[in-house]
């Protein structure tokens, strides 16, 4: 009996579910690939045809004739975290014989899966790496499940999906920031949050709620204002917790940018850091080193959360290349909090 849903509806998502195995699975079955046992090919045969699921031809094309090209999408308005990304990237892609396509986007855009398909289309693209908050559109990442190309999925919202995926345990590192803090003697501590289309941006909010939480001291939703991630934003959402009475003797940015737009905020207004304001951030990108006074930090390994976004790829299409390890599908990098001039324990 055939599953009530409309036919075009059915998505390689729903035969993956009913036969009990991956999407990858399923895109090698649809793609003919030999590294399918034929007890699985024949469980998913089954499931397709129970379900009513009818392949696109033109999309299982794409998945022959690949180049050695990975494309790095990204949507980001902070282009020190975009180039650290590149970084990582350029570096893998050179130890694994692979070329890196920089491929910017507009995450909001209509017809953006029209637009990544495309592309794997016209550049037979082996893999890529969808970074946030483009890994979180939902049709796109049906589409290239549709398609049945490797991506690798950084910082996701959903941690849970399945495929392959790269991840910082955002939540503990910015819960260890904010007790540091804590630990300098600050009480009211500013917070402002990352670009709310992102995964990680909410997993750090929860980290500075979890240690406030954790040292009994009341979270003043006051102190909590919303960023998008860029230096401007910075400044605004500074300038408004400067303006607090009690003003907060210590802010938490969500990433070095912002931080950066507090430390202009705290400058223009003639706020000695940290003399009578602590400021911390998060990502150590090169600018938490440029600005004065150097940012204390979050070390984010983005390069090395995009190097392993290659190896993912290099282990499923290369699983024979000398030095390369076995992969875990979802890998979680390590961090570690980095004290430098713009933190102290608030004066008297």
């Not at 037979?124 to 979180?136: F, K, M, Q, R, S």
């Amino acid at each position: 009996m055939r599953n009530s849903r409309t036919l075009g509806s059915i998505t390689v998502d729903d035969v993956a579910a009913d036969a009990g195995v991956s999407i990858k699975t399923v895109s090698r079955v649809l793609n003919h690939e030999p590294n399918v046992s034929e007890k699985t090919r024949l469980k998913v045969a089954e499931s397709m045809e129970r379900l009513g699921y009818r392949p696109n031809p033109s999309a299982r094309g794409l998945a022959s004739n690949r180049t050695n090209i990975i494309a790095l999408v990204y949507d980001n308005p902070s282009d020190n975290y975009v180039v650290n990304l590149q970084r990582g990237a350029l570096d893998a892609c050179s130890v694994y014989d692979y070329s890196l396509l920089l491929s910017p986007c507009n995450y909001r855009a209509p017809d953006l899966s029209a637009q990544i398909v495309q592309n794997v289309r016209q550049r037979a693209l082996t893999g890529l790496i969808l970074t946030p908050p483009v890994c979180d559109v939902a049709d796109l990442v049906r589409a290239l499940d549709e398609v049945g190309i490797d991506y690798v999925r950084l910082a996701p919202i959903d941690r849970e999906r399945k495929g392959l995926s790269v991840t910082c345990d955002d939540r503990s590192a910015a819960r260890d920031m904010t007790l540091y803090l804590i630990g300098l003697g600050h009480r009211r501590i500013g917070f402002v949050i990352g670009h709310p289309d992102h995964g990680a941006a909410h997993e750090r909010l929860e980290g500075y709620r979890d240690a406030m939480k954790q040292s009994g001291i009341p979270i003043d939703v006051d102190l909590v204002e919303q960023g998008t991630h860029s230096f401007e934003s910075g400044v605004e959402c500074g300038r408004r917790l400067l303006a607090r009475s009690p003003r907060p003797t210590a802010i938490f940015a969500g990433n070095d940018d912002m931080a950066a737009g507090v430390l202009y905020a705290a400058h223009a207004q003639g706020i000695d850091v940290p003399g009578a304001l602590s400021v911390a951030g998060y990502d150590d990108t090169p600018l938490s080193r440029q600005v004065w006074p150097s940012l204390t930090t979050v070390r984010q390994p983005i390069q090395g959360m995009a190097y392993a976004a290659v190896e993912q790829i290099a282990a499923g299409q290369r699983p024979q290349h000398p030095g390369l390890r076995q992969q875990s599908p979802h890998k979680t990098l390590g961090y570690e909090i980095v004290v430098r001039d713009s933190t102290r324990a608030p004066s008297a």
